[in-house]
Nanobody, 123 residues
Framework: QLVESGGGLVQAGGSLRLSCAAS????????VGWFRQAPGKEREFVAA????????LHADSVKGRFSISKDSAKNTVSLQMNSLRPEDTAVYYC??????????????????WGQGTLVTVSS
């Protein structure tokens, strides 16, 4: 079970840090990703990290503002979100899967999903 935390309400320009934990399991051997779904829009890829090796990938829309990282001791993956914009408002989902980096944009690559955490950025 994936458990997300850290969502909330923040003003534009502010920061939030989301975390994803694997309850009763481990991320070993997997990639861990973040997707988001804004109201009335399709779910989109945000960022992902490979647990072994630490390869990361960020969507162009968040490059330079968001950063994904892992904490091996806590078995968590975090998404640090800076310089937030109103258009970043969405439900953010954590996902786990296997696959090569080039497939990380695809939703069908990810086999396990969390329930999501809401991020609201006010203008």
């Amino acid at each position: 079970q994936l458990v997300e935390s850290g969502g909330g309400l923040v003003q534009a320009g502010g920061s939030l840090r989301l975390s994803c934990a694997a309850s009763g399991g481990t991320f070993s051997g997997y990639a861990v990703g973040w997707f988001r779904q804004a109201p009335g829009k399709e779910r989109e890829f945000v960022a992902a990290i490979r647990w072994f090796g630490g390869n990361t990938l960020h969507a162009d829309s968040v490059k330079g503002r968001f950063s994904i990282s892992k904490d091996s001791a806590k078995n968590t993956v975090s998404l640090q979100m800076n310089s937030l914009r109103p258009e970043d408002t969405a439900v953010y989902y954590c996902a786990v899967g296997r696959g090569i980096v080039s497939s990380w944009y695809r939703e069908d690559m990810w086999g396990y999903w969390g329930q999501g955490t809401l991020v609201t950025v006010s203008s």
